[in-house]
């Protein structure tokens, strides 16, 4: 019919595509619809945030206003998933002591889906390379609802991949919902709030403060570099080698030489999005 097909074998919902085509016609699964009912039937819908909330919405917003901003849309409550980042950092460094040289020859971070889809689907052989760690946003959600069982939690961030990961039958009972930040700025438009001129209430803390470096996992190379650094600050003599790739042509190329041994004894980290 003259319609572009995707190869849902190659696929691993980087996302690119919808940036990519001109015409906008290719678009994400929305839940838009799925998160406004909950609130609506009165369920306590939490919302977990990725670290890099701080910029697409303009530099007048502030964590304050867009907190604020999001208890008028009916959230519950706020939560950076920054603070899973940190756990996610302990984890992978424990990872690494214990799995690289004596059983693998290099480690790879797990923390973006489509990257680590691209090597298990791309490069088999390797997928044991690949840390077993629960990304950022899981971690979050299960720490959440330990807290509160009852409680829905919706993952709010720049990366389609989101959802496909929160579609695996491993995390699909932790994550409820997965919205970009373009739809959450659609649902911001709709409900007509102006979040840079919102009134703010001084005593209202919401966020739990993480690390530096788990805020730095929103960036290309932040994962890795974490993970390095919590394991200098264990073993202040050891010395991780890293590299990192982004774009998943750059990721498969960092694959290709890891495969041929170029890697051995490294921390690799690859980002499906240019920048992360």
Not at 117 to 122: D, E, V
């Amino acid at each position: 019919h003259g319609r572009a097909e995707i190869d849902q074998e190659k696929c691993v919902s980087c996302g690119m595509c919808l940036v990519s085509c001109p015409f906008g016609a290719i678009v994400d699964k929305s839940q838009i619809y799925q998160v406004i009912r909950s609130i609506l039937e009165g369920n306590e819908v939490v919302a977990i945030v990725a670290p890099s909330f701080v910029g697409p919405f303009g530099k007048d917003v502030t964590v304050p206003k867009f907190v604020a901003a999001m208890k008028q849309l009916g959230f519950d409550r706020v939560m950076e998933v920054a603070i899973g980042a940190d756990l996610c950092t302990v984890d992978e460094a424990h990872d690494f002591l214990k799995e690289v040289p004596e059983k693998l020859n290099f480690m790879a971070t797990s923390c973006c889906p489509a990257w680590s889809m691209m090597a298990k689907t791309a490069f088999p052989d390797l997928a044991k390379n690949i840390s077993m760690t629960m990304t950022p946003m899981v971690f979050t959600a299960r720490m959440m609802k330990q807290a509160d069982p009852e409680a829905r939690m919706c993952f709010i961030g720049p990366c389609a991949a989101k959802k496909l990961e929160a579609s695996r039958r491993t995390v699909r009972s932790d994550v409820d919902f997965v919205l970009t930040f373009e739809e959450l700025a659609g649902i911001i438009e709709a409900k007509d709030i102006d979040v840079a001129d919102l009134e703010i209430d001084p005593n209202e803390q919401d966020l739990i403060h993480a690390s530096a470096a788990g805020r730095g996992f929103a960036q290309s190379g932040g994962v890795a570099k974490a993970v390095a650094d919590k394991i200098k600050e264990w073993h202040p003599d050891m010395d991780v080698k890293i590299a990192s790739a982004q774009g998943l042509a750059e990721c498969k190329k960092l694959l290709m030489l890891a495969k041929a041994g170029k890697y051995n004894g490294y921390l690799l980290e690859g980002m499906g999005c240019p920048g992360g």
